[in-house]
């Protein structure tokens, strides 16, 4: 069974967009709900990914017995791995969600260390340190190879390479929309519950908030590490999803700007406007980069550069027009008056 | 004296110093009146250091040739930042975050034009456009080159400039009004919206002098906006981000701890540590930010000094 262009395209787009729906919901959280903007997104996002490029590797190597330097002779180890994990699925499996585990720790930790310097102070200030040390985590990942290969990055091993060839990547989208659907359950249910009331006031009035009684610095301090985790799984699926890492690759553009422009596109603090917003912006990428060869020969420049000035002065655009995004920000649903007063009863 | 310039890592310090302290002054300039950092304000010296590039090649004349044009349309692009995007959404009522973010939009932009220029000048003039140095453009003085003498020079005449008019001037001392209280001042009668344009006008313009000096000794791309954004944030947050003073020291302290520091790190612990250069900034902001928010000129020297017992 061969898959067709149209699948394989619609196949890419879709596993895109839940990765993207992981980052998106957690600066969602972050910046939507508790409006803390957070500059550095790209920190946590490559986080997650040198996880899944230096950790499952090394164990899974240890575990077949596979000698060898892991950085030098990455490909055929990671070849050598991938062999022996059709016969060891379950080991596979197992690595595979230990290694999301570790990449939510290391990226929540990570999340507390870059905003604890900035937290207390006012948001621009903030936002430039987390932009700044954002930068830090590809200077560290292309110049400290153990990581993720310096510069030549490193491959991740595949879980699912016991599957035919043509269904790998069907089956790990689907994965991945699980995987997304969860996490954007568990948001939903997040700023649904008292804490997402709590995350909004301070947002709306940092004083007021304080004075009733929250401690404003722990919550927002919470919030980041929450929403640094969600993102590093983030970035682990998306380097277990293209079966490599490359330190480069972790830019501003890509993982920090982008998810702004998705949730603000499809605006602010509700997820059907992630969900909408992310789709949009995604397929419109896709569609750019499906066409870009057929427009290079009519223009005397590399193609790409349209694409940044299309999507800079698109989102500058939304920014003065329809600064609320496609959706606006609703009240919290709550429990009905009637289901209320039949708890009281009950 | 003259030996010890010799060493090149000493011109390096030179000049690299003194273009922060360029671009962090702009920096402040425009931070002290809107009071959104305007994360475009590097890709503004971008700009200078293309117009250098044709200065040189394409009209074969000297790159020193940019520095005014580079003021000019440097200024010019920052002042369209700030007229056309940053002014409208003030006046909506839009959030600093959302202020960031549409100058990172615009900063976008900016690089996606630099590259097509790169791109068009590659093709139409077979220049290379692309990690290129027009040191061989600069002139000599007394056997060095003559950047490292015309980048501090250019930069004590711009920042006394700059101070002079700020504290003598007329309009000087309506800017400062503004900074202070922009409400107040236009009860008072000053137009506040030009005193904004003038400040981020003179930010940009200060930026593209910083890019077309740059060119001269450092290597150009277009994307070297986005390497230096966190040495001039850094440079600013050190200093204070409130004061021309403070942007001054701190691009002086940040320059030659980049460039000298690196040197002094790599000789004690090995040459590996000099591809970890970047995050030198990033330490400083987060240790400033720790210590002393408000940077050097927000602290109280007067109690440093009674802290220490040397009261004189």
Same mark, same amino acid.
């Not at chain 1, 017995?65 to 197992?94: K, P, R």
């Not at chain 1, 969860?182 to 709590?198: A, D, M, N, Q, W």
């Not at chain 2, 944030?233 to 409130?242: K, P």
């Given at each position: ?35 803390? *903007?957070?500059?550095? =997104? ?25 000698? &060898? ?22 080991? +596979? ?44 985590? !590809?200077?560290? &990942? ?7 290969? +310096? ?12 599957? *035919? ?6 089956? @790990? ?27 909004? @006031?301070? !947002? ?8 009733? +009684?929250?401690?404003?610095? !722990?919550?927002?301090? =919470? ?26 690759? /972790? ?7 982008? *998810? ?60 003065? /027009?329809? *600064?609320? &995004? ?10 009905? =008056?009637?289901?209320?007063?039949? =708890?009281?009863?009950? | ?51 250098? #590039? ?24 920052? #002042? ?233």
């Amino acid at each position: 069974m061969a898959l067709g262009t149209e699948i394989i395209f619609i196949v890419d787009l879709l596993a895109i967009y839940a990765i993207y729906l992981i980052i998106n919901s957690s600066l969602n959280l972050e910046f939507g709900y508790t409006g803390i *903007p957070n500059f550095g =997104k790209v920190l946590a996002v490559g986080v997650g990914a040198f996880v899944a490029a230096s950790i499952p590797g090394r164990i899974l190597a240890n575990m077949a017995g596979i000698e &060898g330097d892991y950085i030098g002779d990455n490909i055929s180890i990671i070849t050598q791995v991938n062999v022996w994990l059709v016969d060891n699925t379950g080991i +596979g499996f197992a690595v595979f969600f230990l290694t999301l585990g570790i990449a939510a720790g290391v990226g929540a930790g990570l999340g507390l260390l870059t905003a604890y310097p900035a937290i207390r102070l006012r948001g621009d200030y903030l936002a430039i340190t987390l932009l700044a040390l954002g930068e830090g985590v !590809r200077i560290v &990942g292309n110049n400290f190879t153990p990581l993720a290969g +310096g510069t030549l990055g490193v491959q991740v091993p595949d879980p699912l390479s016991w599957l *035919p060839g043509e269904l790998r990547f069907p089956v @790990a989208t689907i994965g991945l929309i699980i995987i997304a659907a969860i996490v954007l359950l568990y948001t939903e249910r997040t700023v649904r519950s008292p804490l997402g009331r709590t995350l909004r @006031a301070i !947002r709306d009035n940092e004083v007021a908030a304080e004075s009733i +009684g929250k401690d404003v610095t !722990r919550i927002r301090i =919470k919030t980041i590490m929450i929403a640094a985790a969600i993102a590093a799984i983030g970035g682990a699926l998306y380097a277990f999803y293209v079966g490599g890492t490359i330190a480069i690759a /972790y830019d501003r553009t890509s993982w920090t700007f982008w *998810p702004f422009m998705m949730i603000l596109i499809g605006g602010l603090a509700n997820n059907k406007g992630v969900l909408v917003g992310t789709l949009l912006f995604v397929t419109l990428r896709k569609f750019i980069i499906f066409f870009k060869d057929s427009l290079q020969p009519y223009v005397p420049f590399d193609v790409v550069w349209l694409d940044f000035l299309l999507l800079g002065v698109i989102l500058i655009a939304v920014l003065l /027009y329809r *600064p609320q &995004g496609i959706f606006t920000e609703k009240p919290t649903k709550t429990i009905s =008056k009637e289901g209320f007063t039949d =708890k009281q009863k009950g | 004296m003259i030996s010890l310039a010799y060493d090149p890592i000493f011109t390096d310090a030179i000049i690299y110093s003194s273009l922060l302290v360029l671009l962090s002054m702009g920096l402040t300039l425009t931070y002290l009146t809107t009071k959104v950092p305007n994360f475009a304000h590097a890709s503004f010296a971008t700009i200078g250091v293309y117009l250098a #590039l044709i200065a040189s090649r394409i009209w074969e004349s000297s790159p020193y040739v940019a520095i005014p044009i580079a003021f000019v349309i440097s200024g010019a692009v920052a #002042l369209a930042l700030y007229t056309f995007i940053l002014k409208p959404l003030i006046r909506k009522g839009a959030s600093k975050a959302i202020q960031m973010i549409a100058t990172l939009a615009f900063d976008l932009i900016l690089i996606a034009l630099l590259n097509i220029t790169a791109d068009y000048i590659t093709k139409n003039y077979q220049i290379i456009s692309r990690e290129f140095t027009l040191r061989s453009y600069d002139g000599l003085f007394m056997d060095m080159p003559m950047i490292l003498f015309v980048a501090p020079i250019l930069i004590i005449i711009i920042a006394s400039t700059l101070l002079i008019i700020l504290k003598k001037t007329k309009f000087g001392i309506a800017m400062r009004a503004t900074i202070e209280n922009p409400d107040l001042s236009g009860v008072v009668g000053i137009n506040v919206r030009l005193v904004y344009g003038v400040s981020w006008f003179l930010g940009g313009g200060l930026a593209g002098i910083a890019g077309a000096l740059m060119s001269m000794w450092f290597q150009g791309d277009p994307n070297l906006g986005a390497l230096m954004i966190p040495s001039i944030f850094a440079a600013s947050i050190v200093g204070g981000f409130t004061s021309i003073y403070g942007a001054i020291v701190g691009g002086i302290l940040i320059g030659m701890s980049e460039i000298l520091g690196t040197r002094f790190l790599a000789g004690e612990f090995g040459s590996w540590l000099i591809a970890y250069r970047p995050l030198i900034p990033l330490l400083f902001i987060v240790v400033t930010l720790l210590v002393a928010p408000r940077g050097l000129t927000g602290i109280n020297w007067y109690r440093v000094r009674r802290l220490f017992g040397t009261r004189n």
